[in-house]
């Protein structure tokens, strides 16, 4: 398994929860990391990304100041820091890896995608 996302779950709208992905050596380093998610009936939607160095990060505007992506490239780990959560952010979620090191919102340019893991906001 190239990619392992931590297990999701039930919170109240208001609430903080942080996912983590846990990636092969290979399938980590020198690439940029992102988030995904896709709500039901509907198109999965770039998140979050970030760079190899972890400096470049990129944020789809409904998340902009609530969501924190961050890596730690001594564990091949990736996070997603989820605070504020509100209802609309309800989905499966999705970690993926770049095929380079420029972070990017296209989905054809994530080569390793995690299974998904079910976030559910109720309000």
């Known amino acids: 398994v190239q990619l392992q996302a931590s297990e999701g779950g039930l919170v109240q709208e208001g609430a903080s929860l942080r996912l983590s992905c846990a990636a092969s050596k290979r399938t980590f380093t020198n690439n940029a990391m992102g988030w995904f998610r896709q709500a039901p009936g509907k198109e999965r939607e770039f998140v979050a990304a970030?760079?190899?160095?972890?400096?470049?990060?990129d944020y789809a505007d409904s998340v902009k100041g609530r969501f924190t992506i961050s890596r730690d490239n001594a564990k091949n780990t990736l996070y997603l820091q989820m605070d504020s959560l509100k209802p609309e952010d309800t989905a499966v979620y999705y970690c993926a890896a770049s095929i380079s090191s420029t972070i990017s919102r296209a989905r054809n340019t994530y080569r390793y995608w995690g299974l998904g893991t079910l976030v559910t906001v109720s309000s």
């Open positions: 970030l760079g190899w160095r972890g400096v470049n990060t």
